[in-house]
């Protein structure tokens, strides 16, 4: 059997969306469970929609998410230029083998299935004019091919001389008239395409001697010996045209299999930055700064750990076929196949995201969590001892989603509040109350014994507690009084109890 090869090949047009990762993800699961190569490639042939920065996006997402290509990256973690052992076909940069595409162009037109095109883009503009004008579209096809400027129209002559003379001509595929593209598709199943509705797209173009990403698709899937591709289903569309040009090639095709989008959380349609940044989530997942200085925001950066962002993307669009949620990497590509990717999008939920996290964020041990806590401390001023750091973040992290709610949640065991919270003061901070807790608080030496102490007196447990709890972390909510007073010892308590005595009036 021919060894599985898979490619994620996208374009550096600004940075990847999470349903390019996901693409990258399903391409990688698919290669690894059959023990074959993921290969990564850069399709930037088109330097219109070129963003500096992009690339490098695109490695540090997938190396951030564990997605790690066996081709296409060199040593010092860039794209391969030069071809070695692992590297066989490099360059993996589109831009960087124009010198490949243009013998495959001409080849076509020599057999038939391609030509010369001389229309200029005013001409291109006043047949689309004048199409409109009659209430009709127009297409470059079949239909309207002989009535333009190209080389099945033109002498063989004025053809040679054009191509000589002229910089701005393109080679255009010769999309048969009228026939019935039959397809499969690994997800979608069968498909068939009439041609008629198919136009003559560029493949190649002189005035940059570059291929369009048609023709370079084809040739480098050719060349890369690649065995199915697995892409966003807007290439869908393309395929019979991808078809047709395997064809004419000559070559074998590899297998398709085209997954199903990513849709807004509510409403229909794809999942675009703007719905992100309505209901405050990242659709990237690193940071991204554009060219303009424009910011995104990314999921590393807003708390996700790598292995839940990628545990979440895999479930949006694929199911185990049982109630399994949580996967290791190795566990997908354990359980990972594409019959059981859906047909249709995968509605992307932003609290069932924040689930995850929280799930993985329970996995890990207090000790990592504990010095990825650390430099949170040290950001607000705090300097604590790690074991103590340690024992706390064990006593919360169940009530937390990300790392950086650890300060939100504890900040008052590592300093004492400098404010308190108003409706809370006004609410516990009565003199009966006072005086109990003070008495509760002096007379006692331990949480417990504190409340021994109250429960023997016979006072309202509830209202000395928030009392104290009010003097010690500035409001009446948080963790239990006896973790509070363990963790901040008994003479601090004092202290701020005395502090809050001093600043806080009687209701
Ligand atoms: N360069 C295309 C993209 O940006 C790749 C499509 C494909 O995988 O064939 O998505």
């Known amino acids: 059997m021919k060894k599985t090869r898979v490619r994620f090949a996208p374009s550096p047009t600004g940075p990847l969306h999470m349903g390019g990762v996901r693409t990258a993800l399903y391409n990688y699961l698919f290669a690894k469970k059959r023990g074959g190569d993921f290969i990564l490639r850069i ?5 219109h929609r070129f963003v500096p920065g992009a690339e490098e996006y695109i490695i540090e997402s997938l190396r951030w998410c564990g997605i790690m290509p066996d081709e ?34 001409e080849q076509l037109v020599r057999d038939g299935f391609a030509y010369y095109a001389f229309d200029t883009a005013a001409e291109l503009e006043a047949a689309r004019s004048q199409a409109e004008a009659a209430g009709q579209t127009f297409i470059y096809n079949a239909a309207t091919r002989g009535s333009l400027r190209n080389s099945l129209t033109m002498g063989s002559d004025e053809v040679e001389r054009l191509l000589g003379e002229r910089n701005d ?40 001697e570059l291929p369009t990403y048609h023709l370079a698709n084809i040739v480098d899937d050719h060349l890369m010996e690649i065995s199915h591709v697995i892409r966003g289903e807007e ?6 045209l991808h078809f047709l040009l395997y064809r004419a090639f000559g070559w074998e095709r590899p297998e398709f299999a085209h997954l199903p989008l990513l849709l807004k959380p509510v ?27 424009e910011v995104s925001r990314g999921y590393r950066e807003d708390g996700y750990f790598a292995d839940a962002f990628v545990n979440l993307l895999a479930m949006l669009g694929w199911n185990p076929g049982t109630e399994q949620e949580i996967f290791s990497m190795e566990e997908l590509i354990e ?10 999008g995968a509605k992307f939920n932003p609290e069932k995201a924040k689930w995850f996290n929280k799930e993985y964020l329970r996995m890990r041990s207090d000790e990592e969590l504990c010095s990825l ?24 992290k169940e009530r937390a989603t990300f790392v950086s709610d650890f300060w939100d949640i504890a900040w008052y065991l590592f300093k004492a509040p400098e404010e308190y919270v108003e409706k809370d003061a006004s609410k516990f901070w009565k003199k009966e109350n006072v005086d109990m807790a003070r008495q509760a608080l002096t007379e006692t030496d331990s949480a417990q014994a504190m409340e021994e102490y109250i429960r023997a007196k ?5 209202k000395v507690m928030n009392c104290i709890r009010l003097a010690l972390t500035g409001s009446s909510n948080g963790l239990g009084i006896a973790d509070i007073m363990r963790f901040i010892g008994r003479e601090e308590a004092l202290l701020r109890f005395r502090r809050a005595e001093e600043r806080l009036v009687i209701c």
């Open 72 to 105: 296409g990256l060199g040593p010092d973690g860039r794209l391969a230029e030069k071809a070695d052992e692992r590297n066989p076909h490099a360059p993996y940069r589109q831009s960087q083998r124009r010198g490949i595409y243009r013998k495959y162009a």
């Open 373 to 396: 806590f650390m430099p949170i401390l040290s950001s607000n001023g705090v300097n604590a001892p790690a074991e103590k750091v340690q024992e706390i973040v064990g006593l919360i």
């Open 169 to 208: 001509w393109t080679i255009r595929f010769r999309m048969p008239s009228d026939e019935v593209v039959v397809m499969e598709d690994l997800i979608r199943g069968h498909i068939e395409v009439n041609t008629s509705t198919l136009d003559d797209k560029v493949l190649w173009k002189r005035a940059d």
């Open 235 to 240: 290439w869908l569309p393309s395929l019979p």
């Open 458 to 462: 016979e006072w309202p447990m509830g």
């Open 267 to 293: 409403g229909n349609g794809k999942l675009s930055k703007r719905d992100g940044d309505k209901m405050g989530f990242p659709v990237f997942p690193l940071k991204w700064t554009s060219p303009e200085g």
């Open 43 to 47: 399709e930037d042939t088109d330097s």
């Open 335 to 344: 359980a990972f196949s594409l019959e059981k990717v859906g047909k249709s």
